[in-house]
């Protein structure tokens, strides 16, 4: 069974640039959530979406935004990318509470 | 809020020492209680959790127990070998359903020499 996939592996942006990073789900799977992972840390929650619609929301901005397809893949945008914003991005997807099955992440470089 | 506080690494051990990880939680009510591993050059994966009170998750020969009275989860293993080599992390979710938000620790890493 195909894991969870995230696209693109690796991306560089300038500062002021807009970025969108992509996840599709194990199959089977409706919840999706994004996370932050600054270097050196743990990952920070952004956002949850269960059966397309935001269930949860972590202590980001308004830059970072979200959304869910019918087919449960996942979208997360990031406006106006800050020199802050570099990191690795993680999406997960799980059936169960807690249990998240995470992708390999995109690494952010804003420059 | 939620929080994990977990010790900060890295933690270097011969092979086939003893391993303790200490992590201890704040929360409100009974969260579930996990370990994630994460594996240089891999994605983050499941490695136990506990659900409730007195609860011991066990995988691969680590263990852990849920203990409500000191608000801790510390992971152990017997016999740690080169391949434990990790950074792992300490998680929490708070009991309610949809709601997937997990709160991790900073990650202890994990170095074990031959």
């Known amino acids: 069974d195909a894991g969870v996939t995230q696209s693109p592996t690796h991306l560089i942006k300038t500062r002021g640039q807009q970025v969108t990073l992509r996840c599709s789900p194990i199959?089977?799977?409706?919840?999706v959530s994004w996370y932050q992972q600054v270097l050196g840390q743990g990952p920070q929650f952004i956002f949850q979406y269960y059966e397309k619609e935001e269930r949860g929301r972590g202590n980001f901005p308004d830059r970072f935004s979200a959304r869910q397809f019918p087919n449960y893949s996942s979208e997360l945008n990031v406006n106006a990318l800050l020199l802050g914003d570099s990191a690795l991005y993680l999406c997960?997807?799980?059936?169960?509470?807690?249990?998240?099955?995470f992708g390999s992440g995109t690494q952010l470089s804003v420059l | 809020g939620n929080s994990v506080t977990q010790m900060e690494g890295p933690v270097t051990l011969s092979e086939e020492a003893f391993l303790t990880i200490n992590c201890t939680y704040t929360a409100t009510g009974y969260p579930s209680l996990f370990w994630y591993v994460q594996y240089p050059g891999e994605g983050l994966q499941l490695l136990l959790k506990?659900?409730?009170?007195?609860d011991k998750g066990s995988n691969k020969g680590f263990e852990a127990t849920y203990r409500k009275e000191t608000t801790s989860f510390h992971l152990e293993k017997g016999s740690v070998q080169v391949s434990d080599s990790a950074v792992y992390f300490c998680?929490?979710?708070?009991?309610?359903?949809?709601?997937?938000?997990?709160?991790f620790g900073i990650g202890t890493k994990l170095q074990v020499i031959p």
């Open positions: 997960a997807s799980s059936w169960e509470q807690g249990k998240l099955f």
């Open positions: 506990a659900t409730k009170a007195d």
């Open positions: 998680a929490l979710t708070p009991l309610s359903g949809g709601y997937q938000k997990v709160t």
């Open positions: 199959s089977g799977h409706k919840s």
